[in-house]
């Protein structure tokens, strides 16, 4: 079983506070996500944000939103750990690829759909009725096809459109 | 027209250097990628990962692939300061959420495919070919049918699991 923190009576460092060689306080804004038995979690976040910015960002942030924000930037260190030069953009750019290729192979399939919809119609004995209507109360996923997306990224231009200010 | 870095002979100090109040060498690792003209991309890389972290990262890099990095960095840091408790790791949530959803809907979509051929070829006059053969020679979506591919993301798990160490 993990321990959290330290224990009541024995102070034992977070591995925040262990690191930076630093007495650990009751009230130590890293202790809560930064357990001693796993230095590395903290190290990773350091090396890529500073110990300053990570006290920063979460003393701005609610405490309820605060192990979220922990997560995400660890998510993001070990990323840039791994690959220095796109962290998890890298991710976001091989993700909106393969939105772009299930994208294709929904629009060639639903391409397919309605040719097949179409020729069946036209060998029906009764096809009077049309190629607009044909099984128009449908199957499932002709329910969904007027939902197609566009994905909200492009990675084109991500770094260049994306900036806040 | 963007002016990248400083004017020869009329030393104008790079954004971060500016901000940093240092003077600008003529080395100065950030001065081409952070044109004094466009001071908040410095900043929000500064307030995110912090400009010591950041010029550590650029040095350990070969100088073909720092301008890459900077671009992911800036991207990061904009969303870090957008959204302060999932940066980019949110855009990478939202991301496969939407391949989930495309992934239902190409499923669908090539069950009506299948289920439309052997309907159609039910009714086809001399339909002794069985329902294995119908369309083989097919069309571009039964080509890509074979192709759907796994998300490599699982963001339930991703914080807890993409760690290297």
Not at 24 to 47: G, L, S, T
């Amino acid at each position: 079983m993990k321990e959290s923190g330290r224990k009541q009576g024995a102070p034992s460092p977070c591995a925040a506070c262990k690191l930076l060689r630093r007495r650990c306080a009751q009230d130590c804004v890293f202790a809560p996500y930064f357990p001693a038995d796993d230095p590395q979690k903290f190290a990773n976040v350091h090396k890529v944000f500073g110990a300053s910015n990570v006290n920063k960002m979460l003393q701005e942030l609610p405490v309820d939103q605060r192990g979220d924000a922990v997560s995400s930037m660890v998510y993001e260190a070990n990323a840039r750990v791994r690959d220095p030069v796109y962290g998890c953009v890298g991710a976001i750019s091989s993700l909106q690829q393969q939105i772009d290729v299930l994208q294709t192979q929904l629009a060639l399939a639903q391409a397919e759909v309605v040719h097949l919809r179409v020729r069946q119609t036209a060998s029906m004995p009764n096809h009077g009725v049309g190629p607009g209507s044909p099984s128009s109360s449908g199957s499932p996923s002709s329910r969904l096809m007027g939902s197609q997306f566009r994905p909200t990224f492009d990675m084109d231009t991500a770094c260049e459109t994306h900036q806040m200010y």
